[in-house]
């Protein structure tokens, strides 16, 4: 898994699952801290954090289609998201997801690099729901042959 969100919800997810590795991303210095400490203080396992934006562990060939899960919330789900996303995940095996956080206007968010599996409505004021992403097939590769 892949994700900070704060600590949430990765540390509550590592805490009930411990034997899953963990990477968190915190693009600032205080939170990263905060989540280093929350690691050694909880005694988590395969547990590490990154002082690092998300799309910079994209440039790191040690992430690429590393992860089963990458966890976002409060982040833009843009092209640029949806890319990092899509290097990180494991999609190779067939079990790569996307866990997106988003509030009721940002829930309709779309890529040509994933499709929704599911949405679930987590509270209705604000509205805020979990959208379940995986990486899309790839077209159908073709070839051209010219006649002579």
């Given at each position: ?40 203080v909880l005694g ?22 590393q992860f089963d ?80």
């Open positions: 898994a892949l994700g900070a969100g704060g600590g949430s919800p990765a540390i509550p997810i590592k805490s009930l699952r411990p034997s899953l590795r963990l990477t968190m991303a915190d693009a600032k210095a205080r939170k990263a801290a905060f989540l280093g400490e929350a690691v050694r988590l396992r395969d547990a590490k954090v990154e002082h690092a934006r998300f799309e910079e562990l994209v440039l790191r060939a040690e992430f690429h289609h899960v990458v966890t976002v919330r409060a982040v833009r789900a843009d092209d640029r998201l949806f890319a990092a996303a899509h290097v990180l995940l494991n999609i190779h095996g067939g079990q790569g997801r996307l866990l997106m956080f988003q509030s009721g206007e940002e829930a309709a968010a779309q890529s040509k690099q994933f499709r929704r599996v599911d949405t679930f409505r987590l509270l209705d004021q604000p509205r805020v729901y979990l959208v379940c992403l995986e990486p899309a097939p790839a077209p159908p590769a073709f070839h051209v042959e010219q006649s002579g």
